[in-house]
Every structure is written in structure tokens, then in C-alpha cells.
């Protein structure tokens, strides 16, 4: 009657043996580390990277407890802040030798201690909250008006190229802040340009009004466009954000919207506020330019002559020199899109690019002039400048759609489109709010949350032990598996802890420990109805299911209603809240009762449990269960 089959103690063991392995990793803490990435986006972090900074360590005497390399950046574990500190110097010295110019960022962070063999079965920690491990919190305020003027001056050029196509002469175009002022010499003429406006431009609102002997038109963008536009500048600002601070390596970094035009962003484990700020700060722009084919130019590429006038010398990333000439065909303002993609021909990797109306028609005219010779797409990152890829003009490419081949890897086609994707901040930022939160207050929050948890735990386990005797006991288990579950499936999920889900973890102690109390109920109200030991156990544990579930389901159904409609702390609770309940269901009931029947299920003539004093409601007198 009340004995697992095999197969549901296999499930038990894996659950156990998973959940433990998988929570391991939060019990070693973290040590100081530092973390080199790359300062500029064609600069790759490889192996001779990390080579040069063991170098770089070995000649300051310093000895690391891990160096690894992972993905595009290279993390070096130390034992104390010292020698964190001066491995920052050793390493910036060896790999950043012009400092104006950096190739590379060295910044300090935390990396766990987790040993080598859980990190390769993809046991990690999971990702702790700024309140709990400190960092650095910013509130970025974004210039809306300057994104309302860039988008006025990007329209006043496609103004000027519309009424030239349509040959409409004016007598001149000017810009007043976000407005646009065209003024025509009659009537007639300006009639016509406002047949265009309406047309083309359905951002703009116009008004005629006389000025002397002409008329000025004038052209403002309007109020649900400026919404729109002020919302894109918003969200790509947001989007760049989130590239640039990969660079850093931040776990689980926060970077959500704030009112209408502010931007919050957290970086939990950044010691390093400077380079943070630095990162946050940092401007690049994308331009096409024509390569100069010139004889001239070819003798400056192999640096036997001097760069023709009107021509400047860039470097591509192998190194090789490339001569462009100053004038800017398309910027990264045209470009809607980048993707990595195959020839479909000679199945060579690709990228393909995807450019707005202006960039459409400039390019093809451009393409359409210009067969055979080179075009160079450039990224600027703090003025300097470097050629990400030179192609040929192979023929005229019109209807916006242009791919880029030749010479390529697929990884190299990947990082093209991701460089030629991320574009610049579509608005100016400043920093209004800056809070820094040290280590040693994360570590003091940790301890207190852990003290909570911990001293909540050791109450419940009291009080069912002393209440419900050897019941009391097997419930208390249940309830440790049930933490152990939820710290793995945290981990496992790379979640973000902070305060408030360590909060929620509390409250989940004392809701998971309820179904044990309903069950433990229901087989004393079985022994007070007269069943035997095993057919109490037995009923006890079906009859309490429905009620358990059906609580546990109206308090899920609240906890994915935080997490959906909440944000921030709130929604931090919430998930920890929702993950609490479903591994409270399974431990509170088929672990508990595992351990029931492991313990009574093979007692053929079971006469008493030890499940505290089951009290007679008919009389006086009691019936000890054990």
C-alpha cells in the first residue's frame, strides 16, 4: 500500500544528485578578479592575448589562481585585492602601451571560485543583485531634443534632394533648430513644393507664410512623430547600451527605461566606476567612403608616397593600409539592418545590409558610377578611425538591399554584421545619478539574508520536530530539499538574487512547509477515525493532494501576475516566489512521501507512527500515536 516503485526513488536520487551538484557552486563564493576585453570592436581577444598577460603577471611577480579565456574577453582569478590591483597596473602597461589610444579595456569584476570541474559540466552560480554584491548604479538623462534636431537635419538633406528630383527651384533651405525653412519666389512654386511635403514627408507639418517679396515655407516634424522618433531614439540608445557593456562582462546587467527620457543601468560586480563610465560614454559612428584607386594612392598604401589631398589612410583589420578619400557617401543613419548571410551562388559567407530610402538612392547612384573600383565601410570609435571591410562595386545595387562578400569567414561575416548593426547613441546622454555599492556592504547584505533564511529554516524544522515527532522530522527533510531544489534551479537558470528574492525565499520556507502541516493533519484525523497506521499514511497523502494543489496553484497564479505586470525588485520576488512553489510541490509531497514509505512501507503489521499525540474530539482521554 504505501511502497514506491524503483523508478520513482531513481527520480528522487537524480533530483537530489542534480539539485546538490548544481547548487554547489554558490557555497565557494567569489574572489577578486580582473577582466580584459576589447577596447575597440575589431580588436580580438585570442590567445595571444591571454599569453601577454601571463607574461605580464609572471614579470610582476604575481601568481594567478586561474587565467581562462571566455569568449571575447580573458578573466584573471587572484586571492586578494592587492594583487588584484597590481596585476590592473602589470596588465595595462603590457598591453595598452599609448594610453590615449587603447586597445583594450582592463577593468576589475568578481569571478567565482568555483573549481575547474563544475565550471565544465556548466555548474556556475547563480547571478547576484547589486544589493547583494555591489557595483555601480547610473541614471542616464537623454537629450531628446538633440535627437529631434538630428532627425530635423537628416530631413532637411532629403527636403533639399526631393525638391531638386521633382525640379522645383527655391531660393534657398535653412534649418531653425527642429524646423525647416524653404523660401520660393511665387506662389505657384511653393504650392507644388507643398504637394511634395505632403507626399514624401508625412512626418512634417507645414506652414506658408509671406516674407518680403517671396514665401517661406516652413516645416515642422509633428507632435506624434516627435513621440515616435523620441521612443526610437530611446530604445537604440538603450540597444547600444546593452553591446557596450558586454564589453565589460557584467552578469545579468540591468538597463531598462525610467520615465520618458531617462535611462537606469546597474553593474553588479564593477569595481571599476571609471572604465564603467568610460564604456557607457563611448561614441561610434559608421561611414562609406570610396577607396582612392589613384597611382598616388597605391604608393601610400605601401608607404613609398604621401596620401593624396582630399584622401585619408585607414587601416583595415589585418593590418593593411587603405587609402579613402574624405568624402562621406552614407553613414551608419541610413543603415536599417545587417545580417550574415551565404552567396547563393558560390555559397561564400556574406553580409547583407538593408538601407533607408535616402541611403537607397544614394547608393545606387553611387554604385551606378562607380563599377570595379573599392568602396570602404569605416567604424569610428573616439576619433580613430578603422576599415572594417573594402569590397568591390561589382555592378549597380539599387532597391536598398546590398550584400558584401569576398575573402570572408563566417565568423568574420557574424562580427561585420554585429559591428555594422550596434551604430551609435541616437541621442546625447549624460550622467545625472551616479551610486557606487562596495563589496563589504554586498557581503554584509548577503550575510543578513543568508542569517534570515537560515534562522527561518531552523524554526519551522523546531517546531515540526517538536510538534509532529518522526513526521516532524521527515517534513523538515523535505523542506532542505526543497531549498537545495530552488538554489539549483536558480543557478541553473543564471537568475538574478537579490534582497527581495532572498525575501521570497523565506516566505517560501514557511509556505512550502504547509503541505507537510495538511498532510500530517490529515493521517491524524485518519488514526482519530479509527484506520490503521498504514491506511492512514495512505489516505492521508491522497486525500491532501487536491488541497494542496489547488492552494499552491491560486498562489502561483499570483506570483506570475508580479512577474508579468512588475519590474525590478518586484519582479526579482516573483520569480523566486514562482519557482518556490513548483519545487515545493514536489518536495513537500512525492519527496516526504518517499521518505514515509521508505521508512513504514515495508512494516507488514505497522501498529503505531510517530507522528505527535492524536487527540480524541468525543473525549476527555487521548490516543498516543507513538
Not at 547571478?127 to 530631413?155: I, N, P, W
Request: aromatic fraction near 6%.
Amino acid at each position: 500500500m504505501n511502497r514506491y516503485p524503483v523508478w520513482k526513488y531513481v527520480i528522487i536520487v537524480v533530483a537530489l544528485l542534480v539539485g546538490g551538484l548544481y547548487a554547489l557552486p554558490n557555497f565557494f563564493g567569489e574572489s577578486p578578479a580582473v577582466q580584459v576585453s576589447a577596447s575597440k570592436t575589431l580588436v580580438k581577444v585570442d590567445a595571444d592575448t591571454q599569453l601577454q598577460v601571463e607574461a605580464a603577471l609572471k614579470s610582476a611577480g604575481l601568481n594567478a589562481d586561474l587565467i581562462a579565456r571566455d569568449g571575447t574577453s580573458i578573466k584573471v582569478r587572484l586571492d586578494s585585492t592587492d594583487a588584484q590591483l597590481k596585476a590592473k597596473d602589470a596588465i595595462q602597461k603590457a598591453l595598452i602601451p599609448d594610453p590615449a589610444n587603447p586597445s583594450y579595456v582592463v577593468a576589475l569584476n568578481l569571478q567565482s571560485r568555483s573549481p575547474a570541474w563544475l565550471t565544465a559540466l556548466n555548474a556556475a552560480p547563480m547571478y547576484l543583485g547589486l544589493d547583494l554584491r555591489g557595483g555601480v548604479h547610473f541614471m542616464l538623462q537623454v537629450d531628446m531634443q538633440a535627437a529631434l534636431t538630428k532627425r530635423a537635419e537628416s530631413l532637411s538633406g532629403d527636403v533639399r534632394t526631393s525638391l531638386r528630383e521633382k525640379n522645383i527651384r527655391h531660393s534657398g533651405i535653412s534649418r531653425n533648430l527642429q524646423s525647416i525653412e524653404v523660401k520660393f519666389r511665387d506662389m505657384a512654386t511653393l504650392n507644388s513644393a507643398k504637394a511634395v511635403f505632403q507626399d514624401q514627408f508625412p512626418d512634417l507639418q507645414t506652414v506658408d507664410t509671406p516674407d518680403g517679396t517671396e514665401f517661406k515655407l516652413t516645416a515642422s516634424i509633428k507632435p506624434e512623430a516627435a513621440r515616435r522618433i523620441q521612443d526610437q531614439a530611446l530604445k537604440q540608445n538603450i540597444t547600444t547600451l546593452h553591446n557596450r557593456i558586454n564589453e565589460l562582462g557584467v552578469a545579468e546587467p540591468v538597463i531598462q527605461q525610467q520615465g520618458l527620457d531617462r535611462i537606469v543601468v546597474q553593474l553588479p560586480g564593477v569595481q571599476d566606476t571609471a572604465k564603467a563610465k568610460d564604456i557607457l560614454g563611448r561614441t561610434a559612428t559608421l561611414e562609406v567612403r570610396l577607396v582612392d584607386e589613384s597611382a598616388e594612392a597605391r604608393a601610400a598604401e605601401l608607404g613609398t608616397g604621401m596620401v593624396p589631398f582630399g584622401a585619408e589612410r585607414y587601416l583595415e583589420r589585418n593590418g593593411q593600409a587603405v587609402i579613402v578619400k574624405k568624402q562621406v557617401i552614407l553613414t551608419g543613419e541610413n543603415l536599417t539592418d545587417a545580417q550574415p548571410g551565404f552567396d547563393g551562388q558560390t555559397q561564400e559567407p556574406t553580409v547583407n545590409l538593408n538601407l533607408d530610402a535616402k541611403g537607397t538612392r544614394i547608393f545606387r547612384d553611387v554604385t551606378r558610377d562607380n563599377v570595379g573600383k573599392r568602396m570602404a565601410i569605416l567604424l569610428f570609435e573616439k576619433g580613430k578611425g578603422e576599415v572594417v571591410t573594402a569590397p568591390v562595386i561589382r555592378s549597380e545595387i539599387g532597391g536598398g538591399r546590398v550584400q558584401i562578400s569576398g575573402r570572408m569567414t563566417t565568423v568574420e561575416a557574424n562580427d561585420t554584421a554585429l559591428l555594422l548593426r550596434a551604430g551609435s547613441l541616437a541621442a546625447p546622454m549624460e550622467i545625472i545619478e551616479e551610486t557606487t555599492i562596495g563589496p563589504s556592504l554586498g557581503a554584509e547584505n548577503i550575510a543578513k539574508g543568508f542569517n534570515s533564511v537560515a534562522w527561518g529554516f531552523l524554526a519551522v524544522a523546531l517546531f515540526m520536530c517538536v510538534y509532529y515527532v518522526l513526521f516532524g522530522v521527515f517534513s523538515s527533510v523535505a523542506l532542505a530539499f526543497n531549498l537545495l531544489l530552488l538554489v539549483a534551479m536558480l543557478s541553473m537558470l543564471q537568475a538574478t538574487l537579490t534582497l527581495p528574492g532572498m525575501a521570497a525565499m523565506a516566505l517560501v520556507l514557511g509556505m512550502a512547509i504547509d503541505s507537510n502541516v495538511l498532510i500530517n493533519e490529515r493521517i491524524r484525523e485518519e488514526l482519530r477515525n479509527g484506520a490503521s497506521p498504514q491506511a492512514a499514511i495512505h489516505t492521508g497523502y491522497d486525500r491532501a493532494w487536491a488541497t494542496i494543489f489547488d492552494s499552491n496553484i491560486t498562489t502561483l497564479i499570483a506570483g506570475l501576475a508580479l512577474l508579468a505586470f512588475g519590474s525590478g525588485p518586484v519582479r526579482g520576488f516573483a520569480v523566486v516566489h514562482c519557482l518556490g512553489i513548483m519545487t515545493s510541490m514536489f518536495s513537500g509531497v512525492f519527496f516526504s512521501r518517499g521518505l514515509v514509505n521508505l521508512w513504514y512501507g515495508r512494516q507488514n503489521r505497522l501498529k503505531t507512527v510517530a507522528i505527535g499525540t492524536v487527540w480524541r474530539p468525543d473525549t476527555s482521554s487521548a490516543l498516543k500515536a507513538e
